[in-house]
């Protein structure tokens, strides 16, 4: 007969490993919005874990950096794919963008982007999160809500932008941003004056992404 309590001593550690990570993930993102060039160390203070504690989960800071990009990458894509459903071409547009700068996603990318390799599966995630964003601004635009001269790598610029806002106070920050956002789609929106300057190309800013030498 087996014992009833048999694997509880192990789901025990397992869900204090699943806390002990989730305060490693939270307070890497906090420690290296402020610098990115502050040591490992610096996160298991912050997260209230030990050292060791860290190194069991991460090889090391390349591998912690490139976990937290990883994961704000698939939020990216699922906010994608949850607007994509949206039937209404300007609000699945519009609340892709909204859902993005809520969740913070940029503000890490920008900071961290050229620290790490990336691996496969985070290229087929990029992949993935560009070509839902072109559907949506494909769709905006075709509905003849989008202005006509906008493109994709528009959107990445326009995000970075909302993600630069940032104050002591996190839901001051949302305000703003969200505010700086309204800004932003107004001038997105159909009428409007031409752009000025040559849009941003594909690709033209993959530097960011390649590791430093």
Same mark, same amino acid.
């Given at each position: 007969?087996?014992?009833?309590?048999?694997?509880?001593?192990?789901? @025990?550690?397992?869900?204090?490993? /699943?806390?002990?990570?989730?305060?490693?993930? /939270? =307070?890497?993102?906090?420690?290296?919005?402020?610098?990115?060039?502050?040591?490992?160390? /610096?996160?298991?203070?912050?997260? @209230?874990? @030990?050292?060791?504690?860290?190194?069991?989960?991460?090889? @090391?800071?390349? !591998?912690?950096?490139?976990?937290?990009?990883?994961? *704000?990458?698939?939020?990216?894509? =699922?906010?994608?794919?949850?607007?994509?459903?949206?039937?209404?071409?300007?609000?699945?547009?519009?609340?892709?963008?909204?859902?993005?700068? !809520?969740?913070?996603?940029?503000?890490?990318?920008?900071?961290?982007?050229?620290?790490?390799?990336?691996?496969?599966?985070?290229?087929?995630?990029?992949?993935?999160?560009?070509?839902?964003?072109?559907?949506?601004?494909?769709?905006?635009?075709?509905?003849?809500?989008?202005?006509?001269?906008?493109?994709?790598?528009?959107?990445?610029?326009?995000?970075?932008?909302? =993600?630069?806002?940032?104050?002591?106070?996190? !839901?001051?920050?949302?305000?703003?941003?969200?505010?700086?956002? =309204?800004?932003?789609?107004? *001038?997105? /929106?159909?009428?409007?004056?031409?752009?000025?300057?040559?849009?941003?190309?594909? *690709?033209?800013?993959?530097?960011?992404?390649?590791?430093?030498?």
């Amino acid at each position: 007969m087996s014992n009833p309590t048999e694997g509880l001593p192990l789901a @025990g550690r397992r869900a204090q490993a /699943a806390r002990n990570d989730a305060a490693i993930l /939270a =307070a890497a993102r906090a420690v290296f919005l402020d610098d990115p060039k502050a040591p490992i160390a /610096a996160v298991a203070d912050r997260a @209230g874990v @030990g050292i060791s504690a860290l190194y069991r989960r991460y090889a @090391g800071k390349e !591998d912690l950096l490139r976990t937290l990009c990883h994961d *704000g990458l698939l939020r990216f894509v =699922a906010a994608a794919e949850e607007a994509a459903a949206e039937p209404d071409d300007w609000a699945a547009f519009a609340g892709f963008l909204e859902r993005v700068v !809520d969740a913070d996603v940029h503000s890490l990318t920008v900071h961290l982007a050229g620290t790490f390799t990336p691996t496969e599966e985070m290229g087929r995630a990029a992949v993935r999160a560009n070509e839902l964003v072109d559907g949506l601004v494909g769709r905006a635009r075709d509905a003849g809500r989008l202005r006509p001269d906008v493109v994709t790598q528009d959107v990445g610029l326009l995000l970075e932008g909302c =993600a630069a806002i940032r104050v002591p106070d996190p !839901d001051r920050t949302r305000q703003l941003r969200r505010r700086h956002l =309204a800004v932003l789609l107004a *001038g997105l /929106a159909v009428p409007g004056p031409p752009l000025p300057g040559p849009p941003p190309g594909a *690709g033209e800013f993959d530097w960011r992404w390649r590791p430093k030498q």
